[in-house]
């Protein structure tokens, strides 16, 4: 009898602390955010702590950010059907269907035959509205994967022609990189979108006035882009232009319903900045991506029982550490803050200006030293010899145009296809903060997963990326097909 009252109590206890089964409502999460920090893996995370502790005073440490804090936290592997490196198109079919797939796939099988269905659009099954936010341009192979189903990243028409019928409530941040086709030929992605019925907003004004409506369906684009048709690194924003928050902000707004709402934010851009090796780049929009998180943390201080965030990454790039070989057991972060702007905005400002016109031969690093002095807060003069010559030698390369992107090519080792010159000063200051870099690609180190909310510890522990879309499912109550169909 006693051993039969304990077995009984145990199983209780088992029943209350499990996942939510399928069909018991009140444990269900019916706000659900899906943060997806593009590149982001702990090196990311740790270097926007580290930058915000060092700026605040000398002593080591890290000052957390919000999302950071989350009490539920699991680590995640990434490698997708080809490689334990993934791209991001595999790795957001992971996350939003569940199906390891190729590199370079978006919701299909390996072979390209069969189509998956994602999470956002299984929410628009439970009568859920659905957003899609992303700072870089909305064909791009992240926010894809919620919408599209193609058997390359590459078709980016194709992709926005389907964003056209997925029938979601809101979409918002950057652009179209083909949005009438590779060619040009075919009709506009937004005279397509407005024929389904989305109103097109491109204007912050417009943006900050939209308000909701029954039946309102969204494609708001920033009116500010920068390269690729996506959003401006955060060091690069103008303090008045439309920051990443504010499409969060915004989707809150027009997607709060009482049935409920999925919406997915990616930051594309810490994965370009790592890509570049842009240590400045990636831990301003870290903060910003903190930041947008944030607003939906707001959020679920007011619905905490029907509130779920989530936030990960889907792959490491760059191979970030903190701590670099020329700087030993030290590290100084607070240097970071004297980059003035991106690896983009030194382009578009100096070197393509410079570039202009101009031969190697007429080339003189004396006529960069007062812009590199401003924009990196190097002091030239006080380099080592054998950096001074790396920049030498990386900014005739940039007037010869050697940017060839081959692994075997030293050039591309040395560059990896970015402008020679600016590359050679992000490595420097990156350097001088102590901060290093293994690669131009991304890395097979496995993220970090965070949790608030509803259901939250369903995101304990140490599992695959493809278990994300099963969490979010179980904490959704969304009834999956049997697993005979994989
Ligand atoms: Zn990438």
């Not at 992605?189 to 029954?214: C, H, T």
């Amino acid at each position: 009898m006693k051993l039969r009252l304990r077995l009984v109590l145990s199983a209780l206890v088992l029943a209350l602390v499990s996942a939510p089964a399928f069909g018991q409502t009140a444990e269900l999460a019916k706000y659900v955010f899906l943060f997806i920090g593009d590149g982001m893996s702990m090196a990311q995370v740790s270097a926007a702590e580290v930058y915000a502790k060092a700026m605040a005073d000398k002593a080591p440490g890290f000052v957390k950010l919000g999302f950071s804090q989350f009490p539920a936290q699991g680590m995640t592997t990434t490698y997708d059907s080809t490689s334990i490196i993934t791209d991001s198109a595999s790795a957001g079919t992971a996350i939003a269907t569940g199906n390891k797939t190729a590199s370079g796939v978006i919701n299909m099988d390996p072979g390209k035959t069969n189509k998956y269905k994602t999470i956002a659009e299984y929410a628009k099954e439970l009568g859920w509205k659905v957003g899609v936010v992303s700072n870089v341009s909305l064909d791009h192979a992240t926010p894809a994967t919620f919408y599209a189903k193609v058997p390359s990243r590459g078709d980016m028409y194709d992709i926005a022609v389907q964003m056209t019928k997925s029938g979601f409530d809101y979409f918002g941040g950057g652009g179209f990189a083909q949005p009438k086709g590779k060619k040009g030929d075919q009709p506009d992605v937004i005279e397509l979108a407005k024929k389904a019925g989305y109103s097109f907003i491109n204007d912050a004004a417009s943006f900050r006035a939209l308000k909701p409506k029954a039946g309102l369906k969204v494609l708001a684009v920033n009116s500010v882009l920068q390269d690729s048709m996506a959003m401006p690194y955060e060091i690069d924003r103008a303090s008045d232009d439309l920051a990443l928050a504010d499409y969060v902000s915004k989707g809150i707004e027009l997607l709060n319903n009482p049935k409920g709402f999925f919406m997915m934010v990616e930051s594309g851009k810490i994965d370009w900045a790592c890509h570049a090796n842009d240590a400045a780049a990636s831990i301003g929009d870290t903060l910003a991506f903190d930041r947008a998180i944030a607003k939906a943390v707001e959020f679920q201080k007011k619905y905490p029982k029907d509130t779920l965030i989530i936030v990960t990454g889907d792959h490491e790039t760059g191979g970030m550490s903190i701590g670099f070989a020329g700087t030993g057991y030290s590290t100084a972060f607070e240097k970071v803050s004297m980059q003035k702007g991106s690896y983009v905005a030194f382009n578009a400002e100096i070197m393509n200006p410079y570039k202009d016109g101009r031969t190697a031969a007429d080339a003189n690093i004396k006529d960069l030293l007062p812009e590199i002095k401003r924009y990196f807060g190097l002091d030239y003069d006080k380099l080592p010899a054998s950096d001074q010559e790396l920049l030498q030698r990386s900014l005739l390369r940039s007037l010869k145009g050697e940017v060839e992107r081959a692994p075997q090519e030293s050039v591309a080792l040395l560059y990896g296809g970015y402008e020679p010159f600016t590359v050679t000063l992000t490595h420097l200051a990156n350097q001088a903060a102590g901060i290093g870099w293994t690669t131009y690609s991304h890395t097979g180190v496995p993220v970090v997963t965070f949790a608030l909310g509803r259901s939250q510890s369903l995101f304990n522990g140490y599992y695959d990326n493809t278990a994300l879309f099963n969490k979010m499912a179980a904490a959704m109550g969304v009834k999956l097909p049997a697993v005979a169909s994989k």
